[in-house]
């Protein structure tokens, strides 16, 4: 009996420190993501506000194309969704290939960045 005691004592030794490695393996594995979409723009005021728009909780890094209008932004799928990038954009004013922004935001950007073809911002 006592051997058999002794067997699982040292059973459950060999197995504990699989299964810590196992948990902090999973904890590690962060669900990185990129995605690219095209955003309405025309100027360096508009990048600087589009980029600060998506970098919100959860972005790890945004940058705007003016040239193209693309935005390339990489973030942790557990910590935010691409819907709610182009949700935080936006609301900023700028329209996304998903997201159109409401006229009220579009009517606070500058007379600058005003990128809808025949709309009065104002």
């Known amino acids: 009996m006592n051997?058999?005691?002794?067997?699982?004592?040292?059973?459950i030794l060999m197995v504990l420190p699989v299964l810590a490695h196992a948990q902090k393996a999973q904890k590690k594995e962060k669900s990185?993501?990129?995605?690219?979409?095209?955003v309405q723009g025309v100027c360096e005021m508009c990048k600087e506000r589009i980029e600060e728009a998506a970098l919100i909780k959860g972005v790890k890094m945004a940058e705007w194309d003016n040239s193209t209008g693309v935005l390339k932004a990489v973030?942790?799928?557990?910590?935010i969704s691409e819907k709610e990038i182009h949700a935080a954009i936006a609301a900023v004013g700028h329209s996304t290939d998903q997201v159109d922004a409401t006229d009220e935001a579009y009517s606070k950007l500058p007379d600058c960045c005003?990128?809808?073809?025949?709309?009065?911002?104002?």
């Open 3 to 11: 051997t058999y005691k002794n067997f699982l004592y040292i059973l």
């Open 32 to 38: 990185i993501e990129t995605c690219e979409f095209t």
């Open 75 to 79: 973030y942790r799928e557990d910590k």
């Open 114 to 122: 005003a990128y809808r073809d025949g709309i009065d911002k104002h």
